[in-house]
């Protein structure tokens, strides 16, 4: 069973029955997804290993896209190896981060991911310690991203962080100039790509936008 949540932001209790339903119960076939904002590696200090060991010893599969508030100097520095089809890396064995532009196939089911987004609240942060500049994507991963949708026609799910422009306009906000040109990318993606259902985090929302569409937040949706 795959199951996808939204931002977690390095609570450890979001994996737990109390946000999980039958979490205690799921195995090894199961994954767990979660649109970005991981958090577990930000700080990257004892505490936070500490919670990634605890969560290692989950039986199910932990895959996460990255979000804006990620340690992304840290993350890279994990190398990259091949899982189901895309590009990871592997944080513990059943911890891993599905890289931005990739096409995976869990489940006979085909997932694009493409993470980041804006940090509207940077001017708070400090560069390196609290916001890195990789949280927005780079011309590469647009690329890489583009080609893979082009050998793709047949997705079945779209996971992202932010939204595309329409869909964030249509959830009631305006879309940050900061953030236009990956918020354009989406709106193109949602328009060239075939797919069953969009799901995506940092909006802090439970919410359906239309038929295609649903932000996450604790909610935790259930693919069979």
């Known amino acids: 069973m795959i199951y996808i949540t939204g931002d977690v932001h390095g609570d450890i209790n979001r994996f737990s029955e109390a946000f999980i339903p039958n979490e205690s119960s799921m195995t090894k076939d199961d994954y767990l997804i979660i649109c970005g904002d991981f958090g577990f590696i930000f700080a990257n200090d004892d505490e936070e290993k500490e919670c990634l060991d605890t969560l290692a010893t989950k039986p199910y599969n932990i895959l996460w896209l990255d979000g804006n508030h990620e340690a992304f100097d840290v993350i890279n520095e994990y190398p990259v190896e091949m899982w189901n089809g895309g590009k990871i890396h592997r944080i513990r064995e059943n911890i891993i981060h599905l890289m931005r532009g990739q096409v995976f196939t869990i489940e006979n ?39 893979n949708l082009l050998k793709n026609d047949d997705i079945d799910y779209i996971l992202t962080h932010t939204a595309p422009r329409e869909i964030v ?45 649903t932000a996450l937040y604790y909610d935790v949706a259930k693919i069979a």
């Not at 980041?116 to 400090?126: E, L, T």
């Not at 354009?184 to 239309?210: A, I, P, Q, S, T």
Request: glycine residues 8%; aromatic residues 22%; negative net charge.
């Open 109 to 147: 089911k085909k997932f694009f991911t493409m993470g980041g987004a804006y940090s509207i609240d940077r001017y708070m942060r400090k560069k390196g310690v609290s916001w890195w500049p990789q949280e927005l994507p780079s011309d590469e991963e647009y690329k890489e991203a583009t080609e």
């Open 169 to 213: 306009r249509r959830m009631g906000y305006y879309p940050d100039a900061h953030d236009m040109e990956l918020t354009g990318f989406l709106e193109w993606v949602m328009y060239e790509c075939d797919f069953k259902h969009w799901y995506f985090g940092h909006w802090h929302e439970d919410k359906d936008v239309g038929d295609d569409f």
